[in-house]
């Protein structure tokens, strides 16, 4: 018996639909493609001598570490709450073998008063400092390289979101004393983990757009890069192994967060002149760092000045990634990362322990639904109270999900 596709358990009118569709959309992405192609053979001699290709290091043991943390992608909501659970971890690896790790888990039940994205915030949040903790753990056990799953200040996001938030809806005093309170926390134990010297962050899905602003600024026009992910410029330059270190392209580290803005503005069209872009970037950079952070800003010039970002391809059929890493310690960190190609895993074109710490960390999308129901189960065994008013704050919010 075939197999049954997603597309196959449409009504067939619908599916005939979606076959229009995914025509109409081909034939707009053959121009996208071809489009995109005649501009990278007209730019590529601007970038291309920024690219370096590397070779892997003679086979020597190495102890690389990994951290990622995950939370559960649909959270249980109940008439009385809401429920989510989080996880974080780390692995150490040497050469493919997995010599330790450690495992730390989360949850999180808050009362249905709160709007979705504001408990969403909470959570990132909670989580974030979880894998801050797991991190810490990992660096005791003294890896010759940490690697983060993400951005050393990828927590400033969901603060970005929260000061969004904050300008149309007030914010609940104990959570902004409980945001307060964490980003503190996760920002202390950040520095310590910078101040390490061995460990760098792996930022998988980067969006950076800083050489379509740099190269706007350097011709005095909006550059059609403007429109493309430096991820996608690269994967079509660089012959792998191979690095672009944004410090050596744009001048200074903290600068590629500042290009990208540019890219940003420009094609929201605020600006005609790419040079008044760059300033307002090189302001808003700092100014928006130090406001989530509630940190002066000259200690947000510090930090962000303090991280330097590349751009790692090291197979062919995959682009590349971004590696964030402390100013200073590039060459140790790239020495021991490119130390024996059996740190990455080809088929991704990842380290090897960040695509097993992924693994081992992801939540199954039932988990938090099971652990409410443990929950629920452990207060019948305990509550004085009558069992309907436990069955009534556990009734799903929308019965069809428990189906």
């Known amino acids: 018996m075939a197999s049954e596709t997603a597309w196959s358990k449409l009504p067939i009118d619908l599916q005939e639909q979606f076959y229009q569709k995914a025509e109409d959309e081909a034939q707009r992405l053959i121009g996208v493609i071809g489009g995109f192609r005649l501009l990278m053979e007209s730019v590529k001699h601007r970038v291309a001598p920024y690219v370096r290709t590397l070779s892997f290091g003679p086979l020597r043991e190495t102890s690389i570490a990994a951290v990622d943390g995950s939370f559960s992608p649909r959270p249980a909501e109940t008439i009385g709450a809401k429920f989510s659970v989080y996880a974080a971890g780390f692995i150490m690896v040497k050469g493919k ?6 495992y730390l888990p989360g949850n999180i039940g808050e009362s249905q008063a709160y709007g979705r994205e504001l408990f969403s915030i909470i959570l990132s949040i909670r989580e974030t400092r979880l894998e801050r903790v797991a991190a ?17 200040l990828s927590f ?10 904050a300008k149309s809806l007030p914010v609940p ?7 307060f309170e964490t980003t503190g926390e996760i920002l202390k ?17 980067g969006r950076s757009r800083a050489i379509g602003g740099w190269l706007s600024v350097k011709e005095g026009v909006k550059s059609p890069l403007v429109n493309h992910l430096d991820k996608q410029i690269l994967h079509n330059l660089m012959n792998p192994p191979a690095i672009l270190d944004y410090k050596e392209l744009l001048g200074r580290a903290e600068l590629q967060r500042v290009y990208s803005r540019v890219s940003e503005l420009l094609i929201r069209e605020k600006y005609r002149d790419p040079k008044d872009a760059f300033e307002e970037a090189l302001e808003w950079a700092v100014e928006r ?8 800003e000259h200690y947000a010039v510090r930090l962000q000045s303090r991280l330097n970002r590349l751009q790692v391809k090291v197979s062919e059929e995959n682009p590349p990634f971004e590696l964030e890493v402390p100013l200073g310690s590039e060459k140790s960190v790239m020495e021991t990362l ?49 069992l309907s008013e436990i069955k009534e704050f556990f009734a799903n919010m929308n019965p069809q999900k428990e189906l």
């Open 189 to 205: 134990m950040t520095s310590i983990l910078l101040d390490s010297g061995k460990c760098a962050g792996i930022i998988k899905r």
């Open 97 to 102: 073998n997995i010599v330790d790790e450690g």
């Open 289 to 296: 760092l130090a406001k989530v952070l509630s940190v002066p």
């Open 173 to 179: 005093k104990e959570i902004r004393e409980e945001i």
């Open 338 to 386: 490119f130390s024996s190609i059996e740190n990455f895993n080809m088929a991704t074109g990842l380290p090897l322990a960040i695509d097993l710490i992924d693994e081992n960390i992801t939540l199954p999308v039932e988990f938090t639904r099971e652990f409410v129901r443990e929950v629920e189960a452990r207060i019948v065994n305990s509550y004085t109270g009558s």
């Open 136 to 152: 810490l753990k990992a660096l005791e056990r003294n890896p010759d390289l940490l690697l983060l799953d993400g951005s050393f």
């Open 156 to 165: 400033a996001y969901p603060l970005f979101r929260i000061a969004r938030i």
